[in-house]
Each structure stands twice: as C-alpha cells, then as structure tokens.
C-alpha cells in the first residue's frame, strides 16, 4: 500500500514507522511544520502515487485536508480529534467526491474492543441486582479534557446496557450517589498515557476490567489497519463500522 502522511508530527511518524515495518510505502509526507522532512502544501502532484492518505494534523486544518484530498480523489483516515462540529459537512463532501474516508476519536484497536467488552459486560450484569457499576479514569497532567472522550463513550455504553443507571456523575459528590446515578471519575496526575476501568461491584465479588495504554503505537495499528479497508470502497465511515467489518 501506497501511504501519505498528512501531518508529520508525533502520530504521522508513529504511523510511518509502523507502515514500513508492514512492508508499505510512505510515497507522501506533507507538514507545514516540517523544516525540510516533508513537503509544505497538499498538491495533487504531492500525493499522485498515493493509495490512502492518513491525516493526523491539527483540529482547523482537517476540512480543508478533506476538501483537497477529495478533489484529488484519494481515500482518506483522520485521526485529528476535536474538529466534530464538522462532521455532516466533511460527509456531504466525501459523498459528492465518491471518496471513502474512516474518522474515529480513537483508533487503538485495544479501546475499541475493550468498548465491546463493556457492552456485554454492562448486558450481563445488568441482569443481577446485586451488581452496582462504576469508572474511573487516569491521563498525565496535562491533558486539558476531563472526562475523557473514552471515558465519555464508556459512561453511553454503560447506560445503554445496564439500565438500573440514568445518569452519568463525573464530579465528587457532597452527598450519598443514588442507586440511578453511574460514578465515572477523572484523575489527572503524573504522566500515565490513559488508563480506563470500569468496575462491576457486588456483596460477593469485584470485577474490574481495565484499558491501559502502553503507548501510541496502537493508533497507529488501528488506523492503518482503516487505511487498507477503506481503499477499496467509497463512503463515510467511523472505525467502529471498520471493525464489525473484521469481526464479522
Ligand atoms: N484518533 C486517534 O486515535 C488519535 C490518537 C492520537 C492523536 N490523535 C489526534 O491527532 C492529532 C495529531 O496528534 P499528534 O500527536 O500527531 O500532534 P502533533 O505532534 O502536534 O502533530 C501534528 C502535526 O500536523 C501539522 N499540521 C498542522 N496543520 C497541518 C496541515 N494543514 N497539513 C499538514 N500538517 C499539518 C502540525 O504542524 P504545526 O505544529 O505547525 O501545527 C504538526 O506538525 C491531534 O488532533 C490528536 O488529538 C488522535
């Protein structure tokens, strides 16, 4: 596979690495931070032999790398985050342009199964009134969101499923929780890269599974492995869809 890297800062290396060890080739990298290792401005001639493009870049620049690779007519992953408010007008121009594209605010293939496990966790022990639920979460100091977009999506899941829970509670309390309300807490300190934990609680036992990660390198897995999916087909897909795919 024939790859660009749109953005060549921390992920689009990762990705790089990645790629070649896979025995694909980088044909394009395109950063206007790069002083000298990669091209400046997305040209068509810039990305001619490209078969996908990976875009790892920055929130503002997304749409308009969107609208430029659509007209070159490339498939297209983007793993830039916060840039959602976006996304029905980034669909509309993929659709008009007949690429594909796969966008996810998390490619690591280890959360995106873990959210599946959640599921049926949060399904079976919803049966048991016995079992209470609850979160947590852990990122380095200076990680300016809080909660998580994962711990975000973990608090729906569990809604979802266990339904004796309404109501997400991310802040400390100054009264006892009800019975209704899911306690998901955030801790911001050190330098972890991301733990999540979702814990299931009984007079009998604890379960607890946890997400750790261990480094970037698995998004880097995950929107590759989008990056050859999408090369074969046109449309606007989260990685979600790419996965059930797999799984299937
Ligand atoms: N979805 C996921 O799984 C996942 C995982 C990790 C990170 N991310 C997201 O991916 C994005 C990049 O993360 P990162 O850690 O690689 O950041 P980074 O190290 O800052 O790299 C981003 C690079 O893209 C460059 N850039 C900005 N505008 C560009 C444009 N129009 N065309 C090409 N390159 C451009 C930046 O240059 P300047 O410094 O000059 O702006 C920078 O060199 C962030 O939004 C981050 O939240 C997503």
Same mark, same amino acid.
Request: net charge negative; aromatic share 8%.
């Given at each position: 596979?024939?790859?660009?890297?749109?953005?060549?800062?921390?992920?689009?290396?990762?990705?790089?690495?990645?790629?070649?060890?896979?025995?694909?080739?980088?044909?394009?990298?395109?950063?206007?931070?790069?002083?000298?290792?990669?091209? !400046?401005?997305?040209?068509?001639?810039?990305?001619?032999?490209?078969?996908?493009?990976?875009?790892?870049?920055?929130?503002?620049?997304?749409?308009?790398?969107?609208?430029?690779?659509?007209?070159?007519?490339?498939?297209?992953?983007?793993?830039?985050?916060?840039?959602?408010?976006?996304? =029905?007008?980034?669909?509309?121009?993929?659709?008009? *342009?007949?690429?594909?594209?796969?966008?996810?605010?998390?490619?690591?293939?280890? !959360? *995106?199964?873990?959210?599946?496990?959640?599921?049926?966790?949060?399904?079976?022990?919803?049966?048991?009134?016995?079992?209470?639920?609850?979160?947590?979460?852990?990122?380095?100091?200076?990680?300016?969101?809080?909660?998580?977009?994962?711990?975000?999506?973990? =608090?729906?899941?569990?809604?979802?499923?266990?339904?004796?829970?309404?109501? !997400?509670?991310?802040?400390?309390?100054?009264?006892?929780?009800?019975?209704?309300?899911?306690?998901?807490?955030?801790?911001?300190?050190?330098?972890?890269?991301?733990?999540?934990?979702?814990?299931?609680?009984?007079?009998?036992?604890?379960?607890?599974?946890?997400?750790?990660?261990?480094?970037? =390198?698995?998004?880097?897995?995950?929107?590759?492995?989008?990056?050859?999916?999408?090369?074969?087909?046109?449309?606007?897909?989260?990685?979600?869809?790419?996965?059930?795919?797999?799984?299937?």
């Amino acid at each position: 596979m024939n790859v660009a890297l749109i953005g060549y800062g921390k992920m689009g290396h990762e990705v790089e690495q990645l790629a070649l060890s896979k025995g694909h080739r980088i044909v394009a990298r395109c950063d206007p931070a790069s002083r000298g290792q990669a091209d !400046v401005a997305l040209s068509q001639e810039i990305l001619q032999d490209a078969d996908v493009c990976i875009e790892f870049t920055h929130p503002q620049a997304v749409l308009e790398n969107i609208r430029k690779i659509a007209t070159i007519k490339k498939p297209l992953v983007v793993g830039t985050t916060g840039w959602y408010e976006h996304l =029905s007008e980034a669909e509309s121009i993929v659709q008009q *342009n007949g690429i594909g594209l796969v966008y996810a605010p998390n490619f690591s293939l280890g !959360v *995106n199964l873990f959210y599946q496990i959640a599921e049926k966790a949060a399904e079976l022990f919803n049966h048991f009134e016995e079992y209470d639920v609850f979160g947590s979460e852990i990122h380095h100091r200076q990680k300016v969101d809080s909660p998580s977009g994962t711990a975000k999506k973990l =608090s729906e899941i569990v809604l979802k499923k266990f339904t004796r829970k309404k109501r !997400v509670i991310n802040q400390p309390l100054s009264r006892a929780i009800t019975a209704e309300e899911l306690h998901l807490v955030s801790i911001r300190a050190g330098q972890f890269p991301g733990i999540h934990s979702l814990t299931f609680d009984s007079p009998a036992d604890t379960i607890e599974l946890t997400h750790t990660v261990r480094s970037r =390198s698995g998004f880097a897995v995950g929107a590759l492995l989008a990056a050859e999916w999408i090369i074969s087909r046109q449309g606007f897909f989260t990685f979600e869809q790419v996965l059930t795919d797999y799984l299937a």
